[in-house]
């Protein structure tokens, strides 16, 4: 392909596997025993809903986080972040206060396999001690789950060592509840669900109450398009708890109301426009997207089996419209993107994906137009916003995995 911003595959995956190996074997003086891989997801509907028990429509993507390890023979686990270019130790008796043997502070990136670390052994399992080097290519801050990459590939690494096994599901559930206790972000389980969960070129259709889930096909003719605006956002920063918090306030007031409801998920887009003008207007627009937002994500799965994409892209428009206008977590980038993705041939849907405030658009594209959209897409974002944009056209992958 003419522009080298735009990948189509990841011929990066060696190249980063034989990275970190070598990297573990200047480290440690051995190689690696074991390597394990967790992707990135792209979530195409159902955004900002999972905490509220709505439906998700993520794919795990070909973009992931691996991690070389072997069990450390000492108390402590010595962890290397190629991508951070440092290295740092914890233990099981220093994981709850965040520090390293010499009392100095985790590293932030730390934060994400000591959570793991730190949830397992809350389960009473067991978490020996460990040698790692990992990178990943998920780009981090950018919609497509870099953390539960980490979270998932080290959880894959503690089970190896470990010795027990856990059903994907819960490894997921694991990794939200460090994320949630141990990072101190309110996630939901969406995309340490993806990352764990994911299956090769299907999307995944999650009931994020009953935690079922299946597989749907993404029709033949159609490319998912993944354009990074490379504007940063910081998930801790705040603004996802306050959404979360948002949704929460508005349940307890429609509970006066409608005493039965136990998230946003039991209100109906009629009792809700009946109740809407009793909450405050930060509140309602917060949980109208919301209540909308889990009406449409239900309407996925039909419209993708029949193969009705054109209907099901209008749902990701309007799901940007939304997360942008009610939701209020995009930004001007995210805006341009979707705003020059729409105007292109063969562009079925476009929209930001994941907590937004930066990051990436999700596109759906014919399959024929996907070289075209993609250069002009790039091409016209660079001189509108001067920004260089990364776009990658992504293929759904499998879920976290022990490689060898
Ligand atoms: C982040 C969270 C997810 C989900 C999305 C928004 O990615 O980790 O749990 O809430 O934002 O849909």
């Excluded at 992707?39 to 691996?66: C, K, M, S």
């Excluded at 000591?114 to 399992?125: H, I, P, Q, R």
């Excluded at 990352?195 to 070129?201: K, L, P, R, Y």
Aim: aromatic content about 6%; overall charge negative; hydrophobic content about 40%.
């Amino acid at each position: 392909m003419a522009d080298s911003r735009i990948e189509t595959d990841l011929q990066t995956d060696m190249n980063i596997i034989e990275n970190i190996t070598n990297i573990y074997h200047e480290k440690f003086g051995h190689s690696p025993a074991h390597i394990a891989r967790a992707p990135g997801r792209v979530n195409l509907l159902g955004e900002h809903v999972d905490y509220n028990d709505g439906f998700v429509l993520p794919a795990a993507i070909d973009r992931a986080t691996y991690v070389a390890f072997s069990p450390a023979d000492a108390p402590h686990s010595t962890l290397a972040a190629v991508d951070f270019d440092q290295q740092a130790s914890f233990s099981a008796e220093s994981i709850s206060t965040k520090t390293q043997p010499d009392g100095s502070p985790l590293p932030e990136w730390t934060l994400y396999p000591a959570g793991v670390m730190w949830a397992l052994m809350e389960e009473k399992l067991l978490v020996p001690s460990i040698n790692a080097v990992f990178a990943s290519d998920v780009p981090r801050g950018s919609g497509l789950s870099s953390s539960a990459s980490v979270e998932m590939a080290f959880a894959i690494a503690w089970q190896t060592l470990g010795g027990w096994t856990l059903p994907p599901m819960k490894r997921a559930l694991l990794g939200q509840k460090a994320e949630n206790k141990y990072v101190g972000v309110n996630c939901g389980i969406m995309d340490q669900f993806a990352s764990a969960c994911g299956v090769e070129n299907k999307l995944l259709l999650l009931d994020c109450r009953s935690l079922e889930w299946k597989t749907v096909p993404l029709p033949d003719n159609v490319s998912i398009v993944i354009a990074d605006t490379t504007v940063r956002r910081k998930l801790t920063s705040g603004e996802y708890n306050k959404r979360r918090s948002a949704c929460e306030e508005a349940v307890r007031l429609l509970q006066l109301n409608l005493p039965n409801i136990k998230s946003l998920r039991d209100v109906s887009v009629d009792n809700f426009n009946r109740l809407a003008k009793k909450l405050p207007d930060e509140i309602e627009k917060r949980a109208r997207h919301v209540v909308e937002e889990i009406g449409r994500s239900n309407q996925a799965e039909t419209l993708l089996k029949v193969g009705n994409i054109q209907n099901f892209g209008k749902l990701m428009n309007e799901c940007h419209v939304s997360l942008r206008d009610l939701y209020e977590v995009s930004c001007p980038e995210l805006d341009v993107m979707v705003r020059i993705a729409q105007s292109l041939e063969g562009c079925y849907g476009s929209r930001l994906t994941g907590a937004g405030f930066g990051g990436c658009t999700v596109n759906l594209v014919a399959v024929e137009h996907t070289e075209q959209f993609a250069n002009a897409l790039a091409k016209g974002f660079e001189s509108e916003t001067g920004l260089r944009p990364n776009i990658y056209i992504t293929a759904a992958s499998n879920g976290a995995e022990l490689l060898k």
